[in-house]
């Protein structure tokens, strides 16, 4: 069977001017987890990024563990929805960042703060009722990460895998069309995933099967500290 291993990005720089940024702690994750494919010997023949920076610094990092060159193909169809135009048509405020970010720091508890927030913009964007609100619909992101998938599994061959460098958006899509999940267990899943974790899908006879998901044993341990989410 082929295998494809979707790979969410490390720590970005949440709360920055620039997200698409990794952070220090976000640079470190992605030598971990080349490490852990590296003793997991995975033959890789394809190697898919999305076009944002956080893709390609998880990339380089990852396949420099591995021993690897630093080479992809690119596909904007792994690329994360647009998060803040999701928070921005939920609250129009936020289309000046410094407000978001004042509103978090007057909380007694800002990511919790941030997590409720933004899991009902999602909400809102999802529902259908505001498409209009927005360059990109909940079914259009839906429609072109499956198609995607579909891109890298059509040029794959038996026993061959490729490694997806993307973002939780995509992945959890991906899972949750597997998993026939609700769009707001969707949603759900998606905000779970770890940063650097690993997502397997099993490929054979034109089926597409969900083998692991969110695997992140390699931040336990010694490197338990390296845990993120965010």
Request: proline share 2%.
């Amino acid at each position: 069977m082929a295998a494809i291993y979707l790979i969410r990005h490390s720590q970005a720089s949440f709360g920055s001017s620039d997200y698409d940024q990794l952070s220090d702690v976000g640079l470190r994750q992605a030598r971990v987890l080349g490490d852990a494919l590296a003793a997991r010997r995975v033959r890789v023949s394809r190697t898919v990024c999305g076009t944002m920076r956080r893709h390609h610094q998880t990339a380089t990092g990852c396949l420099e563990a591995m021993g690897r060159p630093a080479a992809w193909e690119t596909d904007a169809g792994w690329n994360e929805y647009d998060h803040e135009e999701v928070i921005r048509a939920f609250e129009p405020r936020y289309a000046d960042p410094a407000a978001m970010m004042a509103d978090l720091a007057a909380s007694a508890h800002p990511r919790k703060t941030f997590q409720e927030m933004f899991e009902k913009a999602c909400a809102r964007w999802a529902s259908g009722s505001y498409d209009g609100d927005y360059r990109e619909t909940w079914s259009a992101f839906r429609d072109r990460v499956r198609a995607a998938l579909g891109r890298v599994n059509a040029v794959l061959g038996k026993s061959e895998a490729a490694l997806v460098f993307t973002s939780g958006g995509p992945i959890g899509a991906v899972c949750g069309a597997l998993l026939h999940l609700n769009d707001d267990h969707t949603l759900r899943l998606s905000a779970r995933l770890a940063n650097a974790a690993i997502t397997k899908l099993v490929c054979s006879d034109g089926a597409i099967h969900l083998s692991t998901l969110n695997e992140h044993g390699h931040f336990e341990g010694e490197h338990a500290a390296m845990m993120t989410y965010r």
